[in-house]
């Protein structure tokens, strides 16, 4: 299971990288559905701060946009990893970029066909928009456990993350669940050791 944090902070994430907490960041603004704000620099010196993936929202509602703007993503170093919103057009850019060995995060996943889809598209990472998921904490666990179930048995490759958890759905829920990874803000991943 890994930890991915959630954060456009360079001094999040260096805190995080000293403390051996995280196995990657995801680069978010404060609402997760808006692309990151952090100056270029910034980018630069988190993707040299981290061993692992750092994921980047690619932004485009057309597949040629997505992948115009894939290029400049994957400039900032070999640890990025493209974020593409789940839609036709987005699946559309994965299969492409995953042609051109990129990796690539199919997001705002709220249902299993999506997850499946975006996973035969060769998306190496799919991820649940938790706080998008039915009201019922049970009921989203099921849809990730689901899920995963399915991917296991087509023998897709894609990791399963668990993201932007509100106070129905807790990572601890979906870590006992089993995915592969979740993605905190600085705040919960400490709020995890401190309590």
Known sequence: MKIFLESSSLFEV?????YGLIDGVLLASEKR???????????????????GPVFVSVCGSTADEILVNSQQVLSMGPNTVLEIQVSLEGLKACNYLKNKDCSVNVCGITK???AVLAAISRAHFVSFNMSK????EKIS?????ESMNLLQKYNLKSEVI????????????????GV????????????LIET
């Open 141 to 145: 666990c099921e849809c990730l456990q």
């Open 14 to 18: 260096r805190k995080s990288v000293e």
């Open 33 to 51: 559905e808006e692309p990151c704000v952090a100056r270029d620099s910034d980018i630069k010196s988190i993707v040299q701060s981290v061993r």
């Open 162 to 177: 668990a993201y932007n958890f509100d106070e129905i759905a807790v990572p601890e829920r979906a870590i006992e669940v």
């Open 112 to 114: 299993t066909s999506q």
């Open 133 to 136: 998921l039915p009201a019922s």
């Open 180 to 191: 592969d990874a979740v993605t905190l803000p600085y705040g919960k991943l400490i709020g």
